[in-house]
């Protein structure tokens, strides 16, 4: 089937939905807030200023869908943070690894 990247944005919002709800940053749960019809507008927005520009345009496509994607990501309240444990790195090795200017022992 061929929809010329109509369906794009939506398979985005799939994609970042599924990245988001199976990611922490130290320990606290993501969620993703974008909506495909919100992406979809933009797109298309995009896709003809690609063509007016006769391509041009696409170097700045990529960076503004980035931007789109961290614009809603957001931590989620709902879910509660992983516990986070400072287990031994190793033997040897003070809790949580060597520490900045400490040399690790033996001979790595």
């Given amino acids: 089937m061929l929809t010329l990247g109509i369906c794009y944005p939506f398979a985005v919002v799939l994609r970042e939905r599924w990245r988001a709800k199976h990611s922490y940053i130290d320990g606290y749960p993501l969620v993703f807030t974008g909506s495909a019809t919100a992406l979809f ?13 006769l391509g041009i345009y696409l170097f700045w496509v990529g ?11 957001n931590f989620d309240p709902t879910r509660p943070p992983l516990p986070l444990t400072s287990a031994p790195a190793g033997p040897g090795l003070p809790q949580g690894g060597p520490w900045p200017g400490q040399a690790l022992p033996g001979p790595y």
């Fill in 63 to 73: 960076p503004r869908i980035q931007s789109w994607k961290w614009e809603h990501t």
């Fill in 41 to 53: 507008g933009n797109w298309i927005k995009w896709l003809l200023l690609s063509v007016v520009t």
